[in-house]
């Protein structure tokens, strides 16, 4: 079992940054696929990021460029660094972990465990 713990999300301007991170329990986090996906309000949940536990990475082609996942498996942890926020990209985001080694799964949001996300709120 793994627990999942998002924090960072907040309030910030459009063009601005944020960082997110996921603390995960247990001793096998290293082992695990960790992505980010969002939900907006009233929209279904998307695809963000995914680092595979060889820290290859996957992006939505909307985010690449702006966005980074990066894991610190010392501290099990994965982190999104979001950079030149819109307004759309308002959502609450979600921390995933997963035990495939295939993208489509990732895109399709077939993940093993889930957090309960953090909400990002980017002004206009």
């Known amino acids: 079992q793994v627990q999942l713990v998002e924090s960072g999300g907040g309030l910030v301007q459009a063009g601005g940054s944020l960082n997110l991170s996921c603390a995960a329990s247990?001793?096998?986090?290293?082992?695990?696929?960790m992505g980010w996906f969002r939900q907006a309000p009233g929209k279904v949940r998307e695809f963000v990021a995914t680092?595979?536990?060889?820290?290859?990475?996957y992006y939505a082609d909307s985010v690449k460029g702006r966005f980074t996942i990066s894991r610190d498996n010392t501290k099990n942890t994965v982190y999104l660094q979001m950079n030149s926020l819109n307004a759309e990209e308002t959502a609450t985001y979600y921390c995933?972990?997963?035990?495939?080694?295939?993208?489509?799964?990732?895109?399709?949001?077939?993940?093993?465990?889930w957090g309960k996300g953090t909400l990002v709120t980017v002004s206009s």
């Open positions: 995933a972990a997963s035990r495939s080694r295939y993208y489509n799964d990732y895109l399709m949001g077939r993940m093993d465990y």
């Open positions: 680092m595979r536990s060889d820290r290859t990475t």
């Open positions: 247990g001793r096998t986090f290293s082992s695990y696929a």
